[in-house]
């Protein structure tokens, strides 16, 4: 087919209209592209700017070819590849402008067209929040009036009457869509997910820890996940959040060791009461998912499994939000028997580190023969000397844990859960750090807690004799609010990042933040959520059990909606409403006349008749000739009013014939 010259039927109107919204489109990937794409971008959309207001020339071919070469070697230069999340968005983008300078057929004005739906789409890749949503939606709405626009030959359109049309066709694309998203079988996991290159760990917490670690997560406000208690709220000191066990220590920071993370879980007994709650987990790349002591193994999400260490992970890691239900045990008891090797493993030290500390544990144990005794003595020590809870610890040396008890004494919850370990298994008792998070806000207008990655925490475990593995938090021997009322309680205000202030305008913002929350937290449930088990269980209440059932209901329903949007769509091609009074009335005159034996013809009109009933009836012809008057202003020339319609109704009315 020969190629249609674009400037036949792209006018200039509608050829700055496609720019400005593809200019939207692009806008908000252009934060993440290297510095030298996003100067790309903005000389593409300016040199085909100028060709459309000042009559340059669209770059030859050759010149095209260069730069998509050169497009592509810097897309690999920059990312190291040219496919994931990242560097596809990336060369997407750019070649919509390149496509641009390039626009000179129908053909190419429709890929462009088109190609801003893709490019709208791979936004979800990186943000599902509500206001994404919207964004989209007005978007697809401004894209769905360019199709219009560009499709209208000659003149463009006035610019009120394509974004009606767009708005109107996207507003009766909703119902489906709600059908479709309600109704169409899911696939494990959220509609959109974080493709495996989405880049680094989303949330600060990791299966390792160095003094500095935990305190640099409270400075993010960043949602780790939502929790909704189906029952009674436990207290803030009791809302422990289990995450990564660390029992390696290698003089500097701790991990876990390779006997760790078995699926051979030790004996325990769990007692009641139980604690049922909802999570819903923000993604975070990483295997975990949070949990209060101890989760009852019963109900663990699919594809969960609690470790040897009583640590709730996925098989995968969690690349996008997952919604679970689990009921925990705060009353438990792990492992009574703690077998020689594991008893070696949260004993062991490493060699020629911390010689202080050691001396310091062998003088209290020799104090304090009785294992109970010897952990008061250590809490004791935190609480009574000048150890100092703060978000801006002193860097420490080699010796960390000496440097720390014995030279700073002021740091942060790893470093007391770092050094009371130390010192319980250099006390020999064995000991270990878990990592996870504490506390939590709760929704002032809501029926959930956040927790976020300032909630981040880390504290101890010990096994005791006959009491098997216990918390023991020594963060609560100095800053025991931090442990009852949350982190804005134990700290300076001055040391506090702002989003953790009450004062001032931050307890404006505060309360902001809560009614935005609770919106988001009502979106991921009901929308990002919306998986496999959700979705049964949603359409279970309205009898569709299975696959068969769902399809079923999904193709009825999607035949009904769409026969009522096409019934609307048609509505437009029946006469006005305001015309059916006038042939109602008219009608009842031809009634009243066929009484008297004279019909209308089809070929007559309403002046015809009355001058043809006249003749034939003149009796009849003043009161006809007046309805036929009143009928053809009331239908062609003034339009439908009340009096006209009254005029016509008594006219009809006037006109009396003998049966």
Known sequence: MKAEAAASYLNQTTLLRLMAVLTLVLSVHLPTLPEWAVAFVFAGLGWRLLVALRQWSLPPGWLRSVMAILVFAGIYASYGRINGQHPGTALLVIMAVLKLLEMRSRRDVMVTVFLMYFIL???????????????????????????????????????????????????????????????????????????????????????????????????????????????????????YWRGPVLDHFDGRGWKPSAWSQTDRLPAFTLNEPTIRYEVTMEPHRGPWLFALDIPDMRQLPP???????????????????????????????????????YRNINLALPQSYNPQTLALAQRLKAENPDPQALVQ????????????????????????????????????????????????????????????YQGGERSPIGDFHTIRDADAHAWSEIWLEGQGWIRMDPTAAVAPNRIEMGLSEAMDGDELPSFLRRDGFASLSLGLRARWEWVNSKWNRWVLAYGPDMQMEFLQQFGIRDWTGMILT????????????????????????????????????????????????????????????AREAPPLGAAVARAAAAYQRLRYLEGATPALQRELAEAVKAVRTKP
């Not at 499994?305 to 925990?328: A, C, K, P």
């Not at 009825?556 to 029946?574: D, E, K």
């Open 377 to 436: 003595a250590v809490l004791r020590m935190f609480r009574e000397q000048p150890f100092v809870y703060t978000l801006r610890p002193p860097v420490l040396g080699r010796n960390s844990v000496d440097d720390f008890l014995f030279k700073t004494r002021r740091g942060f919850c790893e470093h007391y859960s770092s050094a009371f370990t130390f010192l319980m298994r250099a006390a020999g008792i064995p000991a270990r750090v878990v990592t996870g």
């Open 554 to 613: 999904l193709t009825i329903g999607t035949t009904v909606v769409l026969s009522i949007i096409g019934l609307m769509l048609l509505r437009q091609f029946t006469p006005a409403r305001n015309h059916e009074v006038a042939v109602k009335l008219w009608q009842q005159l031809q009634k009243r006349l066929l009484r008297a034996g004279i019909a209308q013809r089809p070929s007559e009109g309403a002046g015809d008749f009355a001058e043809r009933v």
């Open 303 to 341: 594809n969960a499994v609690l470790t040897s260490e009583f640590q709730l992970i996925r098989g995968r890691d969690v690349l996008e939000r997952e919604l679970y239900i689990l009921s925990s045990h705060p009353d438990h008891l792990i492992q009574p028997d703690l077998p020689i090797l």
């Open 121 to 239: 789409l791979t936004h979800f890749l990186n943000s599902q929040e509500i206001w994404t949503a919207g964004y989209l939606l007005a978007c697809v709405s401004l894209i769905t009036a360019l199709l219009v626009d560009v499709n209208h030959p000659g003149q463009a359109l006035p610019l009120r009457e394509v974004l009606t049309r767009g708005m109107r066709m996207v507003a009766l694309s909703l119902p489906v869509m709600l059908l479709f998203f309600v109704l169409f079988p899911r696939i494990p996991g959220p509609l959109w997910g974080l493709p495996s290159d989405s880049g680094a760990a989303l949330s600060g917490m990791s299966n390792e820890m160095a003094p500095g670690d935990i305190s640099s997560l409270i400075l993010s406000d960043r949602v780790a996940f939502r929790v909704r208690f189906l029952g009674e709220v436990p207290q803030p000191k009791d809302r």
